[in-house]
């Protein structure tokens, strides 16, 4: 019977109102930390008549327009115009010079499209081209690629031969 008692007090105690005790229901934001919204231009009690737009003016009456900078000549208008244009449908070779085909394929051979890519010259699924920069000595045979003239006249001197299909 005496334990029952004691339980009751204990619990008592922390009811009846333990100061050092801080409860959710007692917490309050600190002093000036929800400040209340300024509704302008509703009587004169909260900036009203102007509503802190000063007097008269483009200011006054509406917003400024965007890009204006104050009579000051505005950036678009100092930039040149632009020219010209970029064609979306340009095909982007991929460069091999002769020089390289020289190391990939030191005893001659067929250079085709699958051969560079399985070589790991050029990536699959886009054009290339050959251009004449390096020499060679080897006798190449170039099918189903783009070739410059240089390139043309150095396989051929080499002994090889370009049939751009």
């Given at each position: ?69 104050g009579g000051q000549l505005p950036l678009y ?89």
């Amino acid at each position: 019977m005496a334990s029952t008692t004691e339980a009751t007090t204990s619990t008592e105690d922390t009811k009846s109102g333990d100061a050092s005790i801080i409860q959710m229901h007692d917490l309050r934001p600190a002093a000036g930390a929800k400040k209340n919204k300024t509704r302008v231009g509703r009587g004169e009690g909260s900036k009203g008549k102007t509503s802190g737009r000063g007097t008269k003016g483009t200011k006054a009456r509406y917003q400024v327009r965007p890009g204006f900078e104050g009579g000051q000549l505005p950036l678009y208008m100092r930039l040149p115009k632009l020219r010209g244009f970029k064609n979306p449908f340009k095909k982007q070779f991929q460069v091999v010079n002769v020089g390289a085909l020289a190391e990939l394929f030191p005893k001659g051979g067929d250079v085709t499209v699958e051969a560079l890519v399985n070589k790991g010259a050029v990536r699959p699924g886009y054009p290339v081209k050959v251009l004449g920069d390096g020499d060679i000595s080897a006798a190449l045979t170039i099918k189903g690629v783009k070739v410059s003239a240089s390139a043309k006249t150095k396989i051929e001197t080499a002994g090889g031969s370009v049939s751009e299909d």
